[in-house]
């Protein structure tokens, strides 16, 4: 297993709601990405931070936006949710480019 | 939306076979990494192929890069039914950094 948490495991909201997902990012890393994968589907970028900065984003609403904090955990938050927002949520951290990312365990989000 | 394809979509094979599995992406990259993913939860690395290489190998992992048909090929040789997982391969471009943009995604199932 890596060294990145993620909580909660699941969580079930209804649409118009809103939701924040954590995210630990591995001991010496300093950069985290997110992503969203839907069921059958390869996981896609919703945006990076590094050093506390938004630093690059995916094809995402800005009702998904993010936080990093000081010790590089990280924050998701989805606004005004809707039943297509239903998926794993990822996160992963990882040092210098390029290597390796180190996933978490995903936040799995089912919406109503 | 995903950079490219993997295929096939589904493999079974015997344990002690080799299982084979090819992506196809769609623009020029820096680095194309390999990932496993069981059951529905997080990442996990395998590999990773810068673009000037053309075959690496980890273990039982032979991973192959050909820059001019925008493919890459994924062997794990002598499966075991611990190998049974979905497969993705990521790839990243220059103006990318490591942001990943993932395949679809090969599900290997791996009978004892």
């Known amino acids: 297993e890596t060294g990145v948490t993620q909580s909660p495991t699941h969580l079930i909201k209804t649409r118009g709601q809103q939701v924040t997902l954590r995210c630990s990012s591995q001991s010496g890393h300093n950069t985290v990405s997110w992503y969203q994968q839907a069921l059958g589907q390869g996981p896609q970028f919703i945006f990076q931070?590094?050093?506390?900065?938004?630093?690059g984003r995916g094809n995402f609403p800005p009702r998904f936006s993010g936080l990093q904090f000081p010790n590089y955990s990280s924050e998701l938050n989805v606004n005004a949710l809707e039943l297509d927002d239903s998926a794993l949520y990822l996160c992963?951290?990882?040092?210098?480019?390029?290597?390796?990312?180190?996933f978490g365990p995903g936040t799995r989000l089912t919406v109503l | 939306s995903q950079q490219g394809e993997e295929d096939p979509q589904a493999l079974s094979i015997q344990e002690g076979e080799n299982a084979t599995m090819n992506c196809s992406y769609k623009t020029s990259i820096n680095n194309l990494q390999w990932y496993r993913q069981n059951s529905g939860r997080g990442l996990v690395h395998l590999i990773l192929?810068?673009?000037?290489?053309r075959e690496k190998h980890s273990g039982r992992l032979r991973v192959t890069l050909d820059t001019s048909k925008k493919s890459s090929s994924l062997l794990i040789t002598a499966s075991r039914a611990a190998d049974t997982a979905s497969y993705f391969c990521?790839?990243?471009?220059?103006?990318?950094?490591?942001?990943?943009?993932f395949g679809t995604g090969t599900r290997l199932a791996v009978r004892p």
């Open positions: 990521a790839t990243d471009w220059k103006s990318s950094g490591d942001k990943l943009t």
């Open positions: 931070y590094y050093r506390e900065e938004e630093n």
């Open positions: 992963a951290s990882s040092s210098r480019y390029p290597v390796e990312q180190f």
């Open positions: 192929i810068r673009s000037n290489e």
